[in-house]
């Protein structure tokens, strides 16, 4: 029962530095998005993917990348973190055939950049 | 864009005893769903609840139920019966029907619910 499996669970950076979070799904699902979640502010939407192949721009897109190469996989890249994305990410995955489906969630990634 | 509101950060309640959280939101949209998710100290979110907005009924599920008032924009959910397990941030989501195939969820802030034994 794997579900939505992020890695690493938890990293520490530097100011610049580079990483990569994974997200793998084995539910066969079309449709992939990452979060993050800071206090107070709820869940907002970094970066999401409709299919393989495709990503598109959420409410909080500046300062991220993401790619999409297989289906069961999203990647979200900080190319020079910055403190100001110390945060908990959340990565989610949806099947899109569903109307009001549900959304699965990984268990979260917490990022410090110091 | 669609914003969700919950003004109320914590609440607290008695074990045993029913508590609702508030969520009131914006949309100029008439088709949508609306949802509940429960984030324990383990950081997993859990779908709680979800209501479709072209249902009049009120959705339940076991001792969680909702008081969707459309025509108000609101969304509380009702927990009865309280249990330790209960305790976790709660969060109200919406998802618009026209994103359909997109599945776009927006968060509120949350409400911190205490179950006090």
């Known amino acids: 029962n794997a579900g939505v499996t992020q890695t690493p669970k938890f990293r520490v950076l530097k100011t610049g530095q580079s990483m990569t979070l994974l997200c793998a799904q084995d539910m066969n699902h079309e449709y992939m998005y990452w979060y993050r979640q800071d206090p107070g502010m709820g869940l907002r939407l970094i970066h999401y993917s409709v299919g393989e192949g495709t990503t598109a721009k959420g409410e909080v897109p500046d300062g991220y990348n993401v790619s999409r190469l297989k289906k069961q996989n999203f990647l979200l890249g900080l190319e020079s973190a910055a403190p100001s994305q110390t945060s908990v990410y959340f990565c989610?995955?949806?099947?899109?055939?569903?109307?009001?489906?549900?959304?699965?969630f990984g268990e979260g990634s917490r990022l410090t950049v110091l | 864009a669609q914003t969700v509101t919950q003004s109320q950060p914590e609440m607290s309640v008695q074990e045993a005893e029913t508590v609702t959280l508030s969520c009131t939101y914006d949309?100029?949209?008439?088709?949508?769903?609306l949802f509940w998710y429960k984030q324990p100290p383990s950081r997993q979110m859990i779908l709680v609840i979800r209501?479709?907005?072209?249902?009049?009924q009120n959705a339940t599920e076991n001792r969680f139920s909702v008081n969707f008032q459309k025509a108000a924009k609101s969304f509380s959910l009702k927990i009865s019966d309280s249990q330790l397990g209960d305790a976790a941030m709660y969060f109200c989501a919406y998802r618009s029907s026209s994103n359909f195939g997109n599945e776009k969820l927006t968060f509120g802030t949350g409400t911190r619910l205490t179950i006090i034994p």
């Open positions: 209501q479709e907005a072209y249902k009049q």
């Open positions: 949309t100029s949209e008439s088709d949508y769903y």
């Open positions: 989610a995955s949806t099947s899109g055939t569903l109307i009001g489906g549900e959304l699965f």
